[in-house]
């Protein structure tokens, strides 16, 4: 099922995938409205399904809005399935570790004969080049890419908190299958085409590469990083919570004295603009600190608000549930946990014009979709019903 009038509908996804990275690619293209198919292994499907402590949440989080068939891809007869969809299909997304679709009868030059059209998207490690046949991970290219580096205080790199690097390869998917799209629209040709983790973290770091070669010096990580703004970081407020506070400018300067009756450091010569506040950032900070401790977080918020400075009162995710700014009508969509219960996740972080960019459907259960599916592709009932019995399929 797709939406009709949700931007991609009428595209048809094949989705081999698993953990983030490729189900990311999935999700934005369901969201979208394309017709995403999640091909799981049979018999237990995605082993991401029963992933403990951090990494929990990852199915239920990128497997919304998708279709779900299990196959036997190490079968004759369940391979053939896989094809007869992929004639079918307007593309694919896989991020199987490399050689794995290869093995499994499903790699791009095995397949492309069958569909000419076909938009073939490789989620990888690397792209090409001497580490292209490497496994990775989002974490392994984190510390590789220099960004953990730059995430941690010196001496101690650290992983982001989120898997930013799955994430960005996968979304860079979705901008090189879109492009392909359109080169179809006009050549009649698919293509095969591949993201990649790594190249995913060096992107991130161009304004850190960029930096280093303007300045000539080492970049140092940003909890030790030269300050380009004099006051832009968390403060303490009298109740004990933290709130980052950004002055970037000198008007946002010349509102925070004039509200907190700071009259003598905005007539300082030493402290009259930008480039000469962050000089005087060991004497400042403190000033600031005191100005900020005085009030609590609520009273920060709406000054800050007011007056029009940025700010930021330091968060966890389980603030994120009960955000005014996300449960005001489309941040959040309903989803259902594993085990029954129901919470709130947040929507694809876009707006395409006048369109609902919801929630269609639970991620699925383990070959949930797969009579549907396969009915679609021509099977009948009986057929179904017998690869079903020799374990090439498994239908929920």
């Given at each position: 099922m797709t939406t009709p009038d949700l931007p991609l509908a009428g595209i048809r996804v094949l989705e081999f995938c698993h953990t983030i990275m490729g189900p990311t690619?999935?999700?934005?293209?369901?969201?979208?409205?394309?017709?995403?198919?999640?091909?799981?292994?049979?018999?237990?499907?995605?082993?991401?399904?029963?992933?403990?402590?951090?990494?929990?949440?990852?199915?239920?989080?990128?497997?919304?809005?998708?279709?779900?068939?299990?196959?036997?891809?190490?079968?004759?007869?369940?391979?053939?399935?896989?094809?007869?969809?992929?004639?079918?299909?307007?593309?694919?997304?896989?991020?199987?570790?490399?050689?794995?679709?290869?093995?499994?009868?499903?790699?791009?030059?095995?397949?492309?004969?069958?569909?000419?059209?076909?938009?073939?998207?490789?989620?990888?490690?690397?792209l090409s080049g001497p580490y292209e046949h490497r496994p990775a991970l989002d974490e392994v290219v984190q510390f590789m890419g220099g960004l953990a580096y730059m995430t941690g205080p010196p001496g101690q790199p650290l992983r982001a908190g989120a898997s930013v690097i799955d994430m960005m390869g996968g979304t860079m998917a979705v901008v090189g299958a879109l492009s392909a799209l359109e080169e179809r629209r006009r050549t009649g040709k698919g293509q095969y085409l591949k993201s990649a983790l790594y190249e995913s973290t060096a992107w991130l770091m161009t304004q850190h590469m960029a930096g280093q070669a303007i300045t000539r010096r080492p970049v140092p990580p940003m909890p030790a990083r030269e300050g380009a703004w004099a006051v832009y970081e968390p403060f303490e407020t009298a109740d004990g919570d933290q709130i980052f506070i950004g002055l970037t400018s000198d008007n946002h300067w010349r509102r925070f004295c004039v509200e907190f009756d700071r009259p003598d450091l905005l007539d300082d010569p030493a402290l009259a603009s930008n480039e000469a506040r962050v000089a005087e950032r060991p004497r400042l900070l403190p000033l600031v600190a005191d100005i900020v401790k005085a009030r609590t977080t609520t009273e920060i918020v709406e000054i800050a608000e007011r007056i029009g400075i940025p700010f930021a009162p330091v968060a966890t995710a389980a603030d994120l549930f009960e955000d005014p700014q996300l449960n005001s009508g489309i941040g959040l969509l309903p989803i259902q946990m594993p085990n029954g219960d129901w919470t709130k996740l947040p929507r694809l972080p876009l707006e395409v014009g006048d369109h609902a960019l919801g929630l269609q459907r639970q991620a699925p259960a383990v070959g949930e979709h797969t009579r549907e599916i396969m009915a679609e592709a021509g099977y009948s009932g009986d057929e179904i019903d017998a690869l079903i019995a020799t374990g090439a399929v498994v239908a929920a």
């Open positions: 690619a999935g999700v934005i293209m369901a969201d979208l409205g394309a017709d995403v198919i999640k091909v799981e292994p049979a018999p237990d499907g995605d082993k991401t399904r029963r992933l403990p402590g951090f990494a929990a949440g990852f199915f239920v989080s990128f497997n919304r809005n998708k279709r779900g068939i299990a196959l036997d891809l190490k079968s004759d007869s369940g391979r053939a399935v896989a094809h007869k969809l992929i004639a079918g299909a307007d593309m694919l997304f896989e991020n199987y570790g490399p050689g794995t679709m290869e093995r499994l009868g499903c790699g791009y030059e095995q397949v492309k004969h069958l569909n000419p059209g076909l938009i073939y998207g490789a989620l990888k490690g690397f």
